[in-house]
């Protein structure tokens, strides 16, 4: 069965380094959005793309963060410098249609 | 006040009993899903639902447009089933994205 595909699944950095995650949507998906959970809390949107491009990225902190979807296939959200409150689990979601979403095991990120 | 409310945040509960998670919204939506995430922080879709009731298994979800409401019941509990449950919905108005409940964190003890 057709999953979306997260890597890595767990990271741990210290706080100024420059930290990656990638995201693999499934095939066909146009639509990908990436959410970051803080512990205890619902997810919320970080960036969504429709292709290649950005539809909403209000949410993004864009001093830090940067968010690329080059081909319009997968994806990788980056942040640096890496701060302790960056700690949480980011997801990645992709859609072939509104509105259905379908989720990925998410990567667990840990600021040191 | 959040747009999607939960309760109870936490529940824990007797294998086999019934289980109901509620969730309340604030806004317009198109459809309602019910999340199921794991410990190990991978969320599967449970239910996708605008309006009545669908069944899967032990799983029943029901909403309510006029009341602005959805239930999530679990019967003959299971260890296997706890979790995280989230509600999140679909906005009418502005951009295409689910918006998120806190969650609720059920534990069945054995």
């Known amino acids: 069965e057709a999953e979306v595909a997260q890597s890595p699944r767990y990271k741990i950095t210290e706080k100024s380094q420059a930290v990656a995650f990638w995201c693999d949507p499934i095939?066909?998906?146009?639509?990908l959005y990436w959410y970051r959970q803080i512990l205890g809390q619902g997810p919320e949107l970080l960036v969504q793309f429709q292709d290649e491009s950005v539809v909403d990225d209000s949410q993004l902190p864009k001093d830090r963060f940067s968010a690329e979807r080059l081909k319009g296939v997968d994806s990788t959200l980056k942040i640096q410098p890496a701060e302790l409150g960056d700690s949480a689990m980011y997801l990645c979601?992709?859609?072939?249609?509104?509105?259905?979403?379908?989720f990925g095991q998410g990567t667990r990120l840990t600021v040191v | 006040k959040n747009e999607v409310e939960q309760s109870p945040q936490n529940l824990t509960a007797q294998e086999g009993e019934f289980i109901t998670i509620n969730c309340s919204y604030s806004?317009?939506?198109?459809?309602l899903h019910w999340l199921q995430q794991h410990p190990g922080g991978g969320i599967v879709s449970l239910f996708m639902l605008s309006s009545g009731k669908k069944k899967h298994g032990r799983l029943i979800a029901t909403i309510n447009i006029q009341e602005k409401h959805s239930s999530l019941h679990i019967t003959a509990s299971h260890p296997r089933d706890s979790a995280v449950y989230i509600c999140a919905v679909h906005l009418i108005q502005g951009a295409q994205k689910l918006v998120f409940g806190q969650g609720t964190r059920l534990t069945i003890n054995p």
């Open positions: 806004v317009g939506i198109s459809a």
């Open positions: 095939s066909g998906h146009a639509t």
């Open positions: 979601a992709s859609s072939p249609d509104w509105p259905e979403a379908f």
